[in-house]
């Protein structure tokens, strides 16, 4: 202003943290109302940020003083009082850095009446949300879930005859390199096992490999009272007299042999009169081979027979009623 004694026509500006806003930026940093002196009593202050879809942000705390138990910083990853709370900080501790998943980022402070403390003070910075590396192919089974995104989850599944090696599920983990929380598992065909279904198939281990030598495997085939089990050898590459499958009519050794199988595909697939098969297959060359045997539970004559002999029964009951 004009005049002997210079002078500013207002008093010189203060810049004061504000309780809550919106970001709309990048990058920037958010403050406790009134930081870096102490923040007020019976706050509840607000924070958005809000980023072009895609991006999360990754926070880094630089202060942090608030009274233990009663004063808090909460965030939310996501614009609503329901979106999932990544942190909630109290007391004197400086916070980790955290990494948001959502474009959307909702801060929420609150203290209370009593012992105002310096507060907090923290960057924010924009960061490209990538996907988690595609499972496919996923070899002798399925993927199933498409989102392969920070937070979503896939599960495997694998074909009959294989067994699941590993998890069966995975979860997108957070970070700025996208990574599932377990390995990729496998599907392997177990040597041996005891099988409960009523239909399936038996692989040679590690089919489709070659099989290894040296190899001793023993499956147990259990089906509902009442069937018989009906083998189909659709592969047959066991060089015997060292390789060689033997099938019990029953659950031991002990049980009647239905035969003992090497190469080529049997003239008369056998079949048990019993609920339960023993397979066992023995290698000792070194040559590997394969095989598929495809099972199923079918009648045996002794139950059809019954069946026959109560449905004349039943019919000649309904005629002379």
């Known amino acids: 202003m004009p005049g002997p004694v210079r002078r500013w026509n207002y008093p010189p500006p203060l810049c004061i943290a504000q309780c809550g806003g919106i970001r709309e930026v990048m990058e920037g940093t958010i403050l406790s109302p009134g930081f870096p002196g102490n923040y007020p009593s019976n706050s509840d202050c607000t924070w958005r940020i809000y980023l072009p879809v895609g991006y999360g942000a990754h926070l880094q ?76 192919p996923f070899r002798n089974g399925v993927v199933v879930g498409a989102g392969y995104n920070v937070g979503q989850s896939i599960s495997f599944e694998c074909y009959p005859g294989y ?14 390199t996208r990574n599932w929380d377990h390995l990729f598992p496998r599907c392997e065909v177990p040597c041996g096992g005891n099988i409960t279904s009523d239909n399936g ?21 259990t ?6 089990i009906r083998l189909n050898f659709t592969l047959l590459q066991v060089h015997g007299p060292q390789d060689f499958i033997t099938v019990w009519d029953g659950p031991q050794e002990t049980a009647r ?3 003992v199988f ?12 019993s609920n339960q098969v023993l397979i066992r297959f023995r290698s000792y060359s070194e040559k590997g081979g394969l095989f598929k045997i495809n099972y199923q539970g079918n009648y045996t004559w002794a139950v059809c027979l019954l069946e026959a002999i109560c449905g004349l029964q039943y019919s000649y009951l309904v005629e002379n009623d």
Request: hydrophobic share 25%; proline share 8%; glycine share 8%.
């Open 61 to 136: 705390f630089l202060n942090f003083s608030t009274e233990a138990n009663h004063d808090f910083l909460e965030i939310r990853n996501g614009p609503f009082d329901t979106s999932t709370v990544i942190g909630k900080f109290s007391g004197q501790d400086l916070p980790p850095s955290l990494l948001t998943t959502s474009h959307e980022t909702t801060m929420y402070f609150h203290s209370d009446h009593s012992q105002n403390k310096p507060g907090f003070r923290f960057d924010y910075q924009a960061y490209e949300l990538q996907e988690c590396p595609d499972p496919e």
């Open 163 to 176: 067994q699941l090696m590993g998890h069966s599920i995975l979860t997108c983990q957070h970070g700025t």
């Open 201 to 221: 198939t038996i692989f040679s281990p590690g089919y489709p490999e070659d099989y290894s030598t040296s190899a001793d495997c023993s499956w147990l085939i």
């Open 223 to 228: 089906v509902a009272h009442g069937l018989g």
């Open 257 to 259: 042999k239905l035969g």
């Open 262 to 273: 090497t190469e080529g595909e049997p003239n008369n697939p056998p079949s048990s009169t």
